[in-house]
C-alpha cells in the first residue's frame, strides 16, 4: 500500500490460521494500521492479494468482508455518539438478523459479554474511553465474526481493564473466534499470543512465538528496545 511515494506496506506476507490468536506489532508508522485497512477493505492496496477462508477479498468492499465473518474495530473508535449503547450493538446485530427480536437477543448476549450491560442506556458519546473500547468491541461481536482485528483495543485503559481485556480476548477466542491484535503493551499480549508479526518501516522484520519475538536482535533494535529486553527476562518465564 502506497501513499504518494511512501510505501506503507511493502510485501508484507503472513498467515493467520483458524482459531489463532496473532498479534501485529512495531513501532508508531510502522504499518500497522494502514494493513487493517488493507485487510478488511477500507483501503485497496496497490498490489498484492488478501485472502479470507481461501477466498480472495482484496479490494472488496468492507460491508461483504464483514458479511464474510472478517471484522475489524478502529483505533480511533467511532461510536455513534447520540444512540444508546444498546443501540450501537443493535446496528450491528442487525448485519445478522432483520428480525428487531432476534437482532435484539444477540446485543443483549453481547452487552452482558462485555460488561456493558448496566450502561445500555447511556448515549455512547458519554461513555469513559475505557467503556468506549468496551463497546467498539461489542459492536463488532454483534456482527458475529469469525475473526477480527482488533487495532489498540487497550490503549488509555488501566491495568485492571487491560486484564479484563486480556481476559475476554481469550473467552472469545476459546468461543471460536480467530483474533488478530495490534497492541503496544507487550505485557497483555505476549502472554495470549499464539504467534507475533512484527512490522517496521513498512516491512515484516520478524514472525515467531512470543518468547523468539523478544529476544529477537532486530526486533529489539526496533521496537521492544533495551529497557524492555530487561524486564522480559520475567516476562520469558512466563511465555
Ligand atoms: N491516509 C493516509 N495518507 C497518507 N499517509 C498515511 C495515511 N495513513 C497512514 N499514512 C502513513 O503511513 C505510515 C503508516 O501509518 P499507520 O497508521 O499504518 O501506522 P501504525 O503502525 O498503525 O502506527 P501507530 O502505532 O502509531 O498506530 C505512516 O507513515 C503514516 O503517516
Ligand atoms: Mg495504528
Redesign the pocket.
Known sequence: MK??S?V??DNVSFVVKEGEIVSLI????????????CISGFYKPFSGQVFFDGKDITGKPSHEITMMGLTRTF?IVKPLKDMTVRDNVLTGAFLRSSNKKEAQKIAEEVLHLTHLWDKRDMFAGNLTIADKKRLEIARVLATKPRMIML??AMAGLNQSEIKEAMDLCVKLNRSGITLLI?E?IMEAIMPISNRVVV?SA?KKIAEGKPVEIINNEEVIKAYLGERYYAKSKKLDRRL
Open positions: 501513499f504518494g511512501l506503507a506496506n512495531g513501532p508508531n508508522g510502522a504499518g500497522k494500521t494502514t494493513l487493517f485497512n483505533q487495532d489498540e495490534v503496544h512490522l513498512g
